[in-house]
């Protein structure tokens, strides 16, 4: 497994969109998750979404209204389309991959953590 590498961030005006990538090479197996945290200055890490190869996809409450993970499995990337983006959701976006997740965000669960790439939404 390699280390997952976040890109596609960037500034956007409220109410745009952006789509990141997260190259993950190395996930092939039921039950390896690769996962969207996203941290905002002065606040804790949190998760956003996640896919658990073989068992689905899951969401943080409140996120899967405006934010939808998906995955292109030839090129080993998963994506994360985010809608409707709003000042509160400037952070930055970490991928991150555990073998087992069962569908949570624990943090201390996922070992292998890609740099980050920073969404900055401005109003």
């Known amino acids: 497994r390699e280390q997952p590498v976040e890109s596609g961030g960037g500034s956007v005006q409220a109410g745009g969109s952006l789509k990141l990538s997260c190259k993950a090479t190395g996930y092939y197996f039921s039950g390896d998750c690769i996962t969207w945290f996203r941290q905002a200055p002065g606040k804790s890490r949190e998760g956003v979404a996640g896919?658990?190869?073989?068992?689905?996809?899951f969401y943080a409450d409140s996120m899967n209204d405006r934010f939808t993970i998906s995955r292109d499995r030839p090129r080993n990337v998963i994506y994360l389309h985010m809608d409707n983006l709003k000042p509160e959701d400037t952070a930055t976006y970490y991928c991150a991959a555990t073998k087992f997740c069962n569908h949570e965000f624990r943090i201390s669960q996922y070992d292998l953590w890609g740099p980050g790439t920073q969404v900055t939404v401005f109003s």
């Open positions: 896919i658990a190869i073989g068992d689905g996809e």
